[in-house]
Structure formats: structure tokens, C-alpha cells
């Protein structure tokens, strides 16, 4: 069996009787319920994500996880309050304590640590005012709440790993279906928003249809409708649908690595190695580090601002127009995307930085991501030498050398790829969100459309 490290194994084993364990799936369960299963439990989410918490107080505060919500599937004050994030966090960490390593013991160690994490985490919004001044009573049955919807879509997570949806994890189809709909409403919401120009429709395709049909000057409306700022315009909207398209474009781009069999003569066959070969872990891995970066910056600037090591990490200021605190300096500002391409001109040193931090940290993560997770060039030479398998035209010696540097080039080239499409994304987006966000839901959608794709032939 496999231990974790620093025998973190020991602290977590006493909750072990405690924890209700999902049956592995049959291995023989039809199409057709694996795909009535995913809807269910994605409707479930989606039933949590729009409960809203009960016993809380409004505020007027700013909402300090805005610049995070949507990766995380996070929907503020419900019961989906920190969304996946739990889930994100516990598997990297057991990811890191017991390497690609899966048995059906990490799997239980995970969702312990998951629940400890939604416990922390509930705690802290309490303890930041996020829901105002609650009583103990209120205090605990909030967090109460906030565990509840954490150990629902721990347990969702769970029952897609033991097979009984069409996909291995359930985090993916979360953040996918969070961030495709946030854009599908900003295209065609049918909220009336004031602004100087008068009552507006939130919907960027919704005030284009409307300013035709009432407007005179077509031009004018068309002009308007397309280049309108602070609301969703139609000119974001065709980028965002752009970049989507790209990044489809470049998922698809793979390098075919010939083999041969040792034991029959003449057979050969073709490995794909994907240039996405870590696929959308560079930016999910990326969004945990910067989003506690935000986290621990926001603490320090509201607690000890006076502090260098506060102005050093990050100080904040409230952005006028969505009310929301944003960076403002220190490594929390360097690590933001900038606004818009006009801002990133207007502050070169803050864009060289970020699209700096972007490729080189999207690359390292996917060479680390490879050594971590069973997926380096190690592993796939065992693969290949138990499958009675070689390079074609290589010798034996070779192999190991030869597969390094396809594996590490296509898991460098990759990050450094998905880093500048979210660079891009962010510099063209606007109102429609990050580059983050677009990349991680195409990434997603392309690998649901490719298990889907091989769940169907079976």
C-alpha cells in the first residue's frame, strides 16, 4: 500500500471509520445511464450553486474571491461557496504525498482532507466578515451550510472517479459548466442595467438585436452595440468565440511517435504524444498559486498594512465601477492580468512581468506535473518495455534519452502555449472574463468531447 509523506498518513487515519465510501461502478454499466448519471449530478451542483445561505447579513463589502470564483466553480453566498476549490486543493496535496500512486486508500485520504480544508475555509469567511457580524449560533450554522454543499460535491467527485459517470473527476464538468455559462448569459442576458446612455440590456447579442430595432442610426447602434464599455459588447464577445477556437486549434496539434513490437515481426504502430500534453492542469495549478497569493495578500493589507512584507505581497484598492477591491501594487498586482491591451502599454513593466510569470510558470508546472503524476518519460519506457514495445528506428539504449526529450518538449512547449492563449485571452476578453477562464473551459470541453467520443465505441 501506498504512505503518504511526513507521515501525514498517521494524522488522518483516526477519521477513517468515520468516512462513508462510494461502491466502485460496474464495469459493465451501459452507455446510456453513465450519461443519465452526469446530468443528475450535474444538476445537483447546479441546485447547491444557486441555494442561497440562510442566517447570513447583507454586506456591502467587496466579494474578496471575485477574481476566482468562476475557475473554481465558486458561487458566492450558497451553498457552493468555495465551489471545487476544496477538491483542487486535497488531490494536488495528495498528489504530492503519495506521487501517481491512486490507490483506493488515497482516494479516502483525499476526501478527509477535503473536508478539513471546506471546514478552514468556511471558517475564514466567518472569520473575514464576508456575511457580516453572525452571532456563535449563526456563526457555526452557516459553516454548518457551507459543509454541507463541500462534502456534496466532494462525494459528486467521487462517485465520478468510481465510474458511474461518463468521466473520471468532476471537477472538470463543474468549471466548464460554470464559466460556459457565465458566458452565455453575458452574450444574452435580458437584465436592464442604467448607465449614462440610459437603460441597457446586460446581454451583449440581447442590446444589439435591441438598438437595431429601435435605433434610426443603424451605424451609430451597430457602433455602440460593438465598442460599448463596462458591459458586454459584441466585439469581446467574437474575440472570446476566437480564442475558443484557437485553443481548440492548438488541443488537437500532436506529435505520432512510431513503435514497433520486439516478438512480431512487422508490427508498428503510432503513439500520440499531445503538444496540451498536461492538457488543463498548467492553469488550474496556476489559479490555486495566485489565488493564494490574493488570499494571504488581502489579510495582510487589511490587518497589518503598514507592514513591508504587506506592501511587498500586495496592496489593494476598490475599483469604482464593479466594486470590487483589485491589486494595486507588491506581487499580488504583478501576478493580475492586466486590464486591457491599453493598460498593459500604458504599464510595461506589469505586462513583460505577467506574461513572464504565464509562460515560464505554466511551463514549469507542466514538467513538474509530469514527474508528479506517473506521467513522465520514465513511466512511459516501462509502459512501452512491458508491452514488448521500441522506437522504431531507435536502439534500446536510446529510448529513454529519445522519449525525455519528446515528453518534456511537448509538456514545456504546451504550458508555454496555454500561457500565452491566456495572456491573449486576457488582453481581448473584457467583459466576458480572463484567459484563463476561456482556455481551461476549451481544454475541458475538448476532453469531454474525446471521452465521449471513445465511451460511445465501446
Not at 477538491?87 to 496535496?93: D, G
Not at 491599453?342 to 512581468?353: E, K, R, S, V
Request: glycine content about 8%; hydrophobic content about 45%.
Amino acid at each position: 500500500m501506498a504512505r503518504l509523506r511526513f507521515g501525514v498518513q498517521h494524522l488522518l487515519n483516526p477519521f477513517l471509520p468515520y468516512l462513508a465510501e462510494v461502491p466502485q461502478a460496474s464495469t459493465n454499466l451501459p452507455f446510456r445511464n453513465m450519461l443519465i448519471n452526469t446530468v443528475a449530478f450535474w444538476l445537483t451542483f447546479l441546485f447547491w450553486s444557486h441555494l442561497s445561505l440562510s442566517r447570513i447579513h447583507s454586506t456591502k463589502d467587496a466579494d474578496p474571491f471575485h477574481l476566482m470564483r468562476r475557475i473554481f466553480a465558486s458561487s458566492p453566498r450558497t451553498f457552493m461557496e468555495l465551489g471545487i476549490y476544496p477538491i483542487v486543493i486535497s488531490r494536488y496535496m495528495m498528489d504530492f504525498l503519495a506521487g501517481y500512486q491512486r490507490p483506493t486508500i488515497i482516494n479516502s485520504y483525499q476526501m478527509i482532507l477535503g473536508i478539513i480544508i471546506t471546514i478552514v475555509q468556511a471558517f475564514g469567511c466567518i472569520k473575514y466578515g464576508l456575511y457580516g457580524q453572525l452571532g456563535w449560533e449563526d456563526s457555526l450554522f452557516v459553516i454548518g451550510q457551507i459543509l454541507f454543499g463541500g462534502i456534496t460535491v466532494i462525494y459528486l467527485d467521487q462517485f465520478f472517479q468510481k465510474g458511474y459517470g461518463l468521466i473520471s473527476t468532476g471537477v472538470t464538468p463543474f468549471i466548464a459548466a460554470n464559466i460556459c455559462g457565465s458566458i452565455i448569459w453575458k452574450a444574452f442576458s435580458f437584465t436592464t442595467i442604467k448607465s449614462g446612455r440610459g437603460a441597457e440590456f446586460e446581454g451583449a447579442v440581447t442590446e444589439l438585436v435591441h438598438v437595431l430595432i429601435t435605433r434610426t442610426d443603424k451605424v451609430g447602434a451597430l457602433q455602440e452595440a460593438f465598442f460599448r464599455q463596462n458591459l458586454p459588447n459584441v466585439f469581446n464577445l467574437l474575440l472570446t468565440i476566437v480564442i475558443f477556437l484557437l485553443v481548440v486549434y492548438f488541443d488537437r496539434f500532436y506529435f505520432g511517435l512510431r513503435v514497433r513490437s520486439t516478438n512480431i515481426r512487422g508490427a508498428r504502430n503510432t503513439i500520440p504524444i499531445k503538444l496540451f500534453y498536461t492538457s488543463y492542469m498548467p492553469i488550474i495549478l496556476q489559479s490555486s498559486s495566485v489565488s493564494i497569493i490574493y488570499l494571504f495578500s488581502q489579510y495582510l493589507h487589511w490587518n497589518f498594512s503598514s507592514s513591508l512584507f504587506t506592501s511587498i505581497l500586495g496592496t489593494w484598492k476598490l475599483c469604482e465601477h464593479s466594486g470590487q477591491f483589485i491589486p494595486a501594487g507588491g506581487l499580488a498586482y504583478y501576478v493580475t492580468p492586466p486590464a486591457s491591451l491599453a493598460n498593459m502599454l500604458a504599464d510595461p513593466i506589469h505586462g513583460i512581468l505577467y506574461v513572464a510569470f504565464m509562460l515560464g510558470g505554466c511551463a514549469l508546472i507542466s514538467k513538474a506535473w509530469i514527474e508528479v503524476t506517473g506521467r513522465s518519460s520514465k513511466r512511459l519506457l516501462k509502459k512501452l518495455r512491458k508491452q514488448q514495445l521500441t522506437l522504431d528506428g531507435e536502439r534500446n539504449l536510446n529510448m529513454g534519452r529519445k522519449l525525455n526529450l519528446y515528453v518534456v518538449t511537448a509538456a514545456v512547449y504546451g504550458g508555454m502555449c496555454i500561457g500565452a492563449l491566456t495572456v491573449l485571452g486576457d488582453l481581448m476578453m473584457g467583459s466576458f472574463g480572463t484567459g484563463a477562464e476561456i482556455v481551461l473551459a476549451a481544454t475541458i470541453l475538448c476532453e469531454l468531447s474525446d471521452t465521449l467520443e471513445r465511451e460511445h465505441r465501446r
